[in-house]
């Protein structure tokens, strides 16, 4: 044993000296420091990019980047402790993305107490390797899971983004990271039934099922857990729902929204529905006239825009871009209704009935050059872009044969597609598709997948007042990806050439 073990140190570090033998032969590539989900979100544009393009120069400058790759991993495999400090400054810091991959994976091998110190620093990281590998931390350290983990759960944790992402890849763990054509594959066997084991995490998840945020993944968590372990919480859990009383309903006058709306005020009637989490019968009628009042205004809007925008050059046609409500709009609606169990919320019925689509996205330029003297740079500039519900009803097909084996508590809300995102908008390969959640009880529900959290009401707003393209507040973001002065100059003048004025709604 004790020869054994000298050959391996031997080995370990003939290994080590030949890795920091070829790192000091690299050219000064510079550092790239890890770094957290709260420092990148206060980045420029133009940071971000050079941020990035240390990583790009640095790969493309060195020689030999996959043996000194290989070389780290070896180092992991022998679990050569002598070389945790050399790993945890090329974790932290090495600019060469795979060899800084290797150094982490490395680290987790090796596993002494510095490595899984600084390992679980990366809690918070912007790049998801560093919170996996936290996690992979935390959840092998000694002790339990839970009490290792838990703590991410906290409700000083989840107020913003960093905590709730942790949260997120945390719940991520307890549910398969894979599929084959076995079955469902676990990052290990302890977390495949680790709540049918640790009654806590069933409870943790039953209970964040609704969550806004954590609530997909808590969900999908319970879809794969033992069915005889969460099928008896979740039906305590759906009659606690049930037996739930709702808030106490606000004082109503009956037709004072509609006569404020009427009078001009807008915003604040629909600021005052939008408060409404619940609304009843009488509030709900009420709603459905502001709705159709609003969205009279929206079609106005809409065709005024448009035809504004063809007539600048803006290469769609006003057929395509407003093609009217589609004429089984009531049967959907009614159908709707069946499947989700709650009429639609009145903003987004009214727009159906009134308006059906508007659709400003330049599919006909893919395929051939845009027009000589309209900014090109406009179609990732998100132009507005909202389906009709017969044309978003793939959305309702795709919940029902999702859902039609799950129990109610554990299928999710409908995500039924209300438009594509900027870059598919721009025929680039992008994110998920804007959407709506349904069922919803209010009035005005959260277009979400679009960064400008925004109700649906607000999100026309917004696309109205930037003449239908709505990340006109991103171009520090197109400058820095290469958009000249220029460019950008000839873009302003060309939008302060549309000659159109929206209507308050």
């Known amino acids: 044993m004790v020869e054994n073990t000298s050959t391996d140190d031997t080995a370990g570090a003939q290994v080590l000296e030949s890795l920091l033998e070829a790192l000091a032969a690299w050219p000064d590539l510079g550092v790239r420091a890890r770094v957290s989900i709260e420092q990148w979100s206060g980045l420029t544009a ?32 022998m679990r050569y402790e002598p070389s945790v400090s050399t790993l945890i ?10 060899v800084a991959v290797a150094a982490a ?37 000694e002790g339990t899971a839970w009490g ?36 469902p594959e676990w990052h290990s066997d302890d977390l495949r039934d680790l709540v049918s084991r640790d009654r806590r995490w069933l409870d943790l998840c039953v209970g964040l099922r609704d969550h806004e945020v954590l609530g997909g993944q808590a969900r999908e968590v319970l879809k794969y857990a033992d069915p005889a372990v969460t099928g008896p919480a979740l039906d305590a859990a759906a009659t606690v729902r049930t037996t739930q009383s709702r808030p106490a309903r606000q004082q109503w006058r009956a037709g004072d929204l509609v006569a404020r709306y009427a009078n001009g005020d807008h915003q604040g009637v629909w600021r005052e529905l939008g408060a409404l989490g619940h609304l009843d019968g009488p509030q709900r009628a009420e709603a459905e006239q502001v709705a159709a009042l609003t969205m009279e205004r929206v079609r106005q809007n809409a065709h005024s825009l448009a035809t504004a925008l063809i007539a600048h050059g803006w290469p769609v046609t006003l057929e395509q871009a407003l093609p009217g409500p589609a004429p089984d709009v009531e049967d959907r609606l009614r159908h709707l209704e069946q499947i989700t169990g709650s009429p639609a919320p009145p903003a987004l019925a009214a727009y159906w009935r009134i308006v ?29 872009e909202i389906l009709d519900l017969t044309t978003a009803w793939f959305s309702v097909e795709e919940w029902q044969d999702e859902s039609a084996d799950l129990r109610p508590e554990i299928a999710g809300p409908l995500e039924l597609t ?53 990340r006109l507040d991103r171009q520090d973001e197109w400058v820095a990806h290469g958009l000249t002065r220029d460019h950008l100059a000839e873009l302003t003048d060309w939008l302060a050439g549309v000659e159109n004025e929206s209507k308050d709604f």
């Not at 400054?89 to 795979?98: F, T």
């Not at 594509?420 to 979400?448: E, Q, T």
């Open 89 to 98: 400054g090329l974790w932290e810091q090495c600019p060469v993305h795979p």
């Open 105 to 141: 994976h490395a680290l987790f091998e090796i596993g002494t107490a510095g490595a899984r110190d600084t390992l679980r620093k990366g809690i918070h990281d912007h790049e998801h390797l560093g919170q996996f590998m936290a996690l992979k931390v935390m959840f092998t350290d």
């Open 46 to 77: 133009d940071e971000a990019r050079a941020y990035q393009d240390v990583g790009i120069s640095a790969v493309r400058s060195v020689d030999g980047g996959r043996a000194v790759s290989d070389q780290v991993r070896a180092l992991g495999r």
């Open 418 to 470: 209300v438009a594509a995102d900027y870059l598919h908008k721009a025929n680039i390969s992008g994110g998920a598709p804007y959407s709506v959640w349904l069922p919803h009880a209010g009035a005005d529900p959260l277009v979400r997948e679009e960064e400008h959290v925004l109700s649906f009401t607000d999100y026309l707003r917004r696309a109205f007042a930037s003449k239908g393209f709505l």
């Open 148 to 183: 290792n983990v838990s703590h991410l759960f906290a409700d000083e944790c989840l107020t913003a983004a960093p905590g709730q992402i942790a949260a997120i890849q945390a719940l991520a763990f307890l549910s398969p990271q894979s599929f084959s054509q076995s079955g």
């Open 356 to 384: 059906g689509t508007i659709d400003l996205v330049p599919r006909d330029t893919w395929d051939v050059p845009f027009p000589s003297g309209v900014p090109e740079q406009l179609a990732v500039a998100d132009p507005l």
